[in-house]
């Protein structure tokens, strides 16, 4: 995903964001761990999405308690 359409989305959508990578990601370290993952390429693009996900809420958390 996009950063820009990270940032568009709301808190709630963004914590759903967050718990369906994480659990997108447990099922492709599985499938990894099994060699049944081709492109393991997937795995470092979902980490980087969780990451920038996380950035953003930490952001918003910052702001809301200035």
Avoid at 40 to 50: A, K, P
């Amino acid at each position: 995903m996009k950063l820009r359409e990270l940032q568009e989305k709301s808190t709630e959508e963004l914590k759903r964001l967050y718990t369906d990578f994480c659990a997108k990601r447990q099922e492709l370290n599985f499938k990894v761990s099994s060699k049944q993952l081709k492109n393991v390429r997937e795995i470092r693009v979902l980490r980087q999405n969780i990451a920038q996900v996380l950035t953003i809420l930490k952001q918003r958390e910052s702001e809301s308690n200035k």
